[in-house]
């Protein structure tokens, strides 16, 4: 098998559009978000965008069910 050369590839290289993707956007605001907002928001809201792991598995559940089957 060969090897593949992943060294030419970088993180800013597959993150460099000029526009954010819905993901980035999420992320910002779960970090940036004024924290008076923040707690305005029901428990369970607040519990994932404290945590980027429960952030990252509700995004995979939703974008699993919102894309096309590529099958």
Known sequence: ??????SSRTATSCCSS???DLTEVT???ATLAPPDFVKALPD??????????????VWA?????IL???R
Request: glycine share 2%.
């Open 44 to 57: 369970v809201v607040q519990d994932i965008l404290d945590s980027s792991i429960a952030l990252g598995a």
């Open 27 to 29: 992320a910002r605001f």
């Open 61 to 65: 559940i939703a974008l699993h069910q």
């Open 1 to 6: 098998m060969k090897a593949r050369n992943m």
């Open 68 to 70: 096309p089957n590529a």
């Open 18 to 20: 000029s526009t954010p």
